[in-house]
């Protein structure tokens, strides 16, 4: 009998509120610091529920973002797409690590998919154009603990497989 899946909808809850944290308004000085919080919440879900959550829901976060934040049709879901698939490939690995670690592959993570937009802004001749293109990984690794114990407890409340 194959296994049944429970919590489908708290899943969905967290990307619903981290698209809602994406587009929550902040003072200009609080916007170069914003983490990348589907990101976060996508590479979560792919170290916790690695047969559950993969590409296809990497890519549907991602055209949401795109479309929620108005970038190109695209863009946002091939990074987050390649996030979930090294993250599935990796997740045995970086489960394992301490959270400090585990910060440490995140930043790798969110670095990699930012020097892929990165990459496709370029080809489309929209680069940023200063060094604080890179901050929202470093925001977003200081508050992987963070999230992931706040996931990781609902996950276990609402005993979400």
């Known amino acids: ?41 996508l590479i979560y879900w792919c170290m916790a529920l690695p047969s559950r959550i993969s590409i296809g829901w990497a890519w549907a976060a991602g055209i949401m973002l795109d479309v929620t934040l108005g970038n190109l049709l695209g863009l946002h879901a091939l990074s987050l797409t390649i996030v979930a698939f090294l993250t599935i490939k990796l997740y045995q690995r ?21 020097l892929l937009t990165l990459w496709i802004l370029g080809i489309i001749g929209s680069t940023p154009g200063s060094w604080t293109y890179w901050l929202p990984s470093i925001s977003s ?21």
Not at 31 to 38: A, K, S
Not at 95 to 103: E, F, N, W
């Open 94 to 114: 970086i489960r394992v690590y301490p959270l400090g670690q585990q910060a440490l592959a995140v930043l790798i993570l969110v670095a990699m998919s930012q």
């Open 1 to 41: 009998m194959p296994a049944r899946h429970q919590g489908g909808v708290i899943i969905f809850i967290s990307f619903a509120l981290a698209l809602l944290l994406t587009m929550l308004p902040l003072p200009s000085w609080a916007q170069i610091f914003r983490p990348e919080w589907v990101t976060l919440v």
């Open 141 to 161: 690794a200081i508050l992987w603990p963070w999230l992931f114990v706040i996931l990781r407890g609902a996950r276990r409340h609402f005993r979400v497989t």
